[in-house]
């Protein structure tokens, strides 16, 4: 008796883990970034971020114009986004502030911001919940 309860219990953890290994691998794929105007990004980077998948682009635009796209896909454990991210630009290696663009919802899971940056240069997006950031550097012009 104590075999069988031994067995199924072992059968359901079994089950469990390979049902937490096959969401990881068969989750669907967040879809090409690609701007409004068709173009492949700037710049871009997809890293872990406060229990779920961030994924930063940047499209340069003219006359230091820039579009950020982030698109945030929470783990398993964790309910659905309801917050959204918080976005920050500030050059690189110079300290002239960090600049905070309102988020335009574009979906679920997926905001835009365009943003005109001050001066040409190398710049840094961060894009996270916190201190807990995705980062990717690019070149204004
Ligand atoms: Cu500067």
Redesign the pocket.
């Known amino acids: 008796m104590t075999t069988k309860v031994l067995a199924i219990v072992f059968a359901l953890a079994t089950f469990g883990f390979v049902g937490i290994f096959l969401w990881g691998v068969a989750r669907p794929p967040a879809p090409d970034p690609v701007s409004a105007e068709g173009a492949a990004p700037t710049a871009a980077v997809s890293g872990q971020v406060a229990e779920g998948l961030l994924d930063l682009q940047v499209y340069l635009l003219r006359d230091l114009g820039v579009d950020v796209a982030i698109q945030f896909a929470p783990d398993v454990r964790q309910p659905a986004a309801a917050t959204p991210p918080e976005l920050s630009l500030a ?1 690189v290696g ?1 300290n ?1 502030g960090t600049i905070v663009p309102p988020l335009e919802s574009t979906g679920p899971g997926q905001w835009r911001a365009r943003v005109t940056l001050p ?1 040409a ?1 190398r710049w840094a997006a961060r894009a996270g919940f916190g201190a807990d950031r995705a980062e990717v550097e690019f070149d204004a012009r």
């Open positions: 050059m110079m002239m001066m240069g």
